[in-house]
């Protein structure tokens, strides 16, 4: 960058300054930090999903499992009795 000869000072007094690239470089920095933020909070979602679906087929399980018992000791009963 040339300085006008005889002027003395600081150099960015007199260098062009490109507002409209500045603004749009901001908004690009921002945007980037707000789908950085938002794949995080995804990433948080998608694994406390995951554990209430585990826990889910474990309750499904569970009652099944229950189910089957009673049945089971429904038929043991029955042959006892005869």
């Not at 006008?4 to 490109?18: E, I, K």
Request: glycine letters at 6%; hydrophobic letters at 50%.
């Amino acid at each position: 960058m040339s300085e006008p000869r005889g002027v003395s000072g600081s150099r960015y007094l007199y260098a062009p300054f490109d507002a409209a690239n500045a603004q749009i470089e901001a908004n690009e920095r921002v945007q980037q930090e707000r789908w950085a933020a938002l794949a995080f909070r995804l990433e948080a979602i998608e694994l406390a999903l995951q554990r209430l679906e585990k826990r889910l087929w474990l309750a499904v399980f569970g009652v099944v499992s229950v189910i089957l018992a009673q049945g089971i000791s429904q038929l043991l009963n029955m042959n006892v009795g005869v």
